[in-house]
């Protein structure tokens, strides 16, 4: 017995030095990122090309590297669907990075066992100090999976040249008013963001808005920027979208402004995160620690990317003035499971039958 014990505890050393010996470390990471040498980004936003040169340049120099990078703004619900494909099918996916994913796009990944934790604070902290408070300000059940990059704040935008500030509805309830009938642009995707009132109101409520909301004709875009355009060409005087789409626009000398709701503030918080079997994890990793951090500071110089931990932000100022003038419910997603992410998951189904038609 006492021979096996100290085998057992020969065996359990030798265990333990060979994960420590495996654990990831910064230079680790940073030596097999320059090996790796390039990168294939698939995230929305930041999503203009002026924006991607200048994080690959500041990025390559932070770190002296000189990894050559695309970037491919896709939505994230088309590369999840595709590297969900790819990893069945026992292949390398075509991303190493992928975002700006909410926690129902992550959660098809985790489900598929195509993401895994991984240490950030523990392996970029000393390089990236505001790492640790990042990687924790997402909602338990993703943490580790994936890195906040900016907080979807969605409100109502409106084109200045065809409505007066004055004349603009003040809350989600007033667009179901008739009086707006086929004057508001809405995403074709499950009708973004009004399934998200169900985590406030609760589900019967939030179909009955939405079939409301329906029953007013509203034109129908495909993805959020879309009903930005058009707001800001003149098709419809009013939209409901995100802030970081209409500040983009604002910020174009578009005639687009943006408040948030007086009823909601309809939140839908963007990640980024690696994906099994990408083709350059460490590079992968590397990048994303660092957009995640850094980058977003430097991203949000030539596009709105918007972060509500930032108590300066345009958007966290808009969003405390909004909650303390009217009292405005925050809304969004507290975990992946639970019986307020059933009633959601139901609310969407709803809202898909009654876009189809059933």
Do not use: C
Not at 316 to 322: H, L, R, T
Request: charged letters at 20%.
């Amino acid at each position: 017995m006492i021979r096996i014990s100290g085998l057992a505890a020969v065996l359990a050393a030798l265990f333990a030095t060979s994960a420590l010996a495996q654990a990831p470390t910064f230079q680790s990471v940073l030596d097999g990122a320059k090996k790796e040498g390039a990168l294939s980004i698939a995230v929305s936003s930041p999503g203009l090309p002026e924006t991607h040169k200048a994080l690959f340049e500041a990025f390559n120099k932070r770190f002296g590297t000189n990894i050559k990078a695309e970037w491919q703004p896709l939505p994230s619900t088309q590369t999840g669907t595709k590297v969900i494909a790819e990893g069945a099918a026992g292949n390398t996916v075509s991303f190493d990075v992928i975002g700006a994913g909410s926690s129902q796009e992550i959660s098809a990944l985790l489900q598929r066992d195509m993401l895994k934790p991984y240490p950030w604070a523990e392996v970029f902290g000393k390089e990236l100090p505001t790492i640790k408070a990042v990687a924790d300000a997402a909602i338990p059940d993703i943490r580790g999976y994936a890195l906040p990059i900016l907080d979807v704040i969605y409100g109502m935008a409106w084109n200045s040249n065809l409505l007066k500030d004055n004349e603009v509805p003040d809350s989600l309830a007033d667009l179901l008013d008739p009086k707006w009938k086929g004057k508001v642009a809405v995403n074709a995707l499950v009708l973004v963001p009004m399934d998200l009132v169900s985590y406030v109101v609760g589900k019967d409520k939030a179909i009955d808005m939405s079939k409301r909301l329906l029953a007013n004709n509203p034109v129908l875009e495909r993805g959020t920027p879309a009903v930005t355009r058009a707001v800001s060409v003149g098709q419809v005087p009013l939209g409901i979208t995100s802030f970081h789409t209409s500040e983009r626009s604002a910020r174009l000398n578009e005639p687009v402004k943006f408040k948030v709701f007086s009823d909601f503030v309809l939140h839908l918080p963007a990640h980024a995160y690696v994906p099994e079997k990408a083709p350059h994890p460490n590079a992968a990793r590397l990048f994303t620690a660092w957009l995640a951090t850094e980058g977003v500071a430097l991203a949000d110089k030539t596009e709105p990317t918007p972060v509500l931990a930032d108590p300066n932000s345009k958007i966290a100022q808009m969003v405390k003035a909004q909650q303390a003038k009217s009292g405005a419910k925050f809304s969004a997603p507290p975990a992946l499971k639970g019986k307020e992410v059933e009633e959601n998951a139901e609310v969407r189904k709803a809202i898909t039958d009654m876009l189809a038609g059933k």
